[in-house]
Nanobody
Framework: VQLQASGGGLVQAGGSLKLSCAAS????????MGWYRQAPGKQRELVAA???????NYADSMKGRFTISRDNTRDTVYLQMNSLKPEDTAVYYC??????????????WGQGTQVTVSS
């Protein structure tokens, strides 16, 4: 099972970016999918998560600015980020609670995508 994240980049404050993360491999089902981020010198933190049924959970500082969604037919999770601030600068990682077809259930991580917000 692999997670491939994309969509990061450089944007000015107030701008928008949309991240995508697609899971591939021998997958039976994916439970919760989410996005985390890690800024230099800081711990990795939860940005948002979404269950297979569509229930969402956001970190307080992202509420109203970020929207997480998923396409279960494509095993893909998205993060729409609006009104970006310089403090949103970080490496963003996708995460998925995966039940593979022939391996035990496990947490998988994408490779990370850099988001840089200039002031």
């Amino acid at each position: 099972v692999q997670l491939q994240a994309s969509g990061g980049g450089l944007v000015q404050a107030g701008g928008s970016l949309k991240l995508s993360c697609a899971a591939s491999g021998s997958i039976f089902t994916i439970n919760t999918m989410g996005w985390y981020r890690q800024a230099p010198g800081k711990q990795r933190e939860l940005v948002a998560a979404i269950t297979r049924g569509g229930t969402t959970n956001y970190a307080d500082s992202m509420k109203g600015r970020f929207t997480i969604s998923r396409d279960n037919t494509r095993d893909t999770v998205y993060l729409q980020m609006n009104s970006l601030k310089p403090e949103d600068t970080a490496v963003y990682y996708c995460n998925a609670d995966v039940m593979p077809r022939i391996a035990p259930r496990a947490d998988y991580w994408g490779q990370g995508t850099q988001v840089t917000v200039s002031s």
